[in-house]
């Protein structure tokens, strides 16, 4: 088994994405402060180098892998792959360059949805949730709440649930 080489650097980081096409729109900063701002919440500090497929399920350490959080952002973001990542900063981020967490609860609740019209049996409920599940990680020893609201919308979904309009 070779070694894994270290994370790329912040600089490689923010060249990545930019060149990927990733819309700054969708970030809580703009590309000119990327390195140095939380790309979720938009609060000017010192960053941390955030995987977007998890380490622990052999997420790589490519540049395109990896998202600048600040410590708080990266411990609520997900641990799951690089579109979910995405779709969570698109969804979380503050364009204001504020503190998103006063709006946690309410993102939380915003999720409507309508239950199927015939309940799953238990076997295909607990399948659901374990195949799910092994698609995430973990940080410091638990899943981030970001993590299980992705989790729960995937499971409700896979079972039949829909998302109202």
């Given at each position: 088994?070779g070694?894994?080489?270290?994370?790329?650097?912040?600089?490689?980081?923010v060249?990545?994405?930019?060149?990927?096409?990733?819309?700054?729109?969708?970030?809580?900063?703009?590309?000119?402060?990327?390195d140095?701002?939380?790309?979720?919440?938009?609060?000017?500090?010192?960053?941390?180098?955030?995987?977007?497929?998890?380490?622990?399920?052999?997420?790589?350490?490519?540049?395109?892998?990896?998202?600048?959080?600040?410590?708080?952002?990266?411990?609520?973001?997900?641990?799951?792959?690089?579109?979910?990542?995405?779709?969570?900063?698109?969804?979380?981020?503050?364009?204001m360059?504020?503190?998103?967490?006063?709006?946690?609860?309410?993102?939380?609740?915003?999720?409507?949805?309508?239950?199927?019209?015939?309940?799953?049996?238990?076997?295909?409920?607990?399948?659901?949730?374990?195949?799910v599940?092994?698609?995430?990680?973990?940080?410091?020893?638990?899943?981030?709440?970001?993590?299980?609201?992705?989790?729960?919308?995937?499971?409700l979904g896979?079972?039949?649930w829909?998302h109202?309009?």
């Open positions: 088994m070694t894994r080489k270290g994370p790329p650097t912040k600089g490689a980081i060249r990545a994405n930019m060149l990927s096409g990733l819309d700054e729109s969708a970030l809580g900063c703009d590309w000119d402060e990327a140095r701002r939380c790309w979720c919440c938009g609060k000017r500090t010192k960053t941390e180098k955030a995987h977007c497929e998890p380490h622990m399920r052999g997420g790589p350490n490519d540049p395109i892998n990896f998202v600048l959080l600040c410590k708080r952002c990266h411990v609520e973001s997900p641990d799951v792959d690089r579109d979910v990542m995405l779709r969570w900063l698109a969804d979380n981020s503050s364009t360059h504020g503190d998103r967490w006063h709006t946690a609860a309410l993102s939380a609740a915003a999720m409507r949805m309508d239950p199927p019209d015939r309940i799953p049996d238990t076997d295909e409920a607990a399948a659901a949730v374990s195949e599940l092994s698609r995430c990680g973990i940080h410091q020893g638990k899943f981030s709440q970001s993590t299980l609201e992705w989790a729960m919308a995937e499971v896979r079972l039949g829909t109202r309009d």
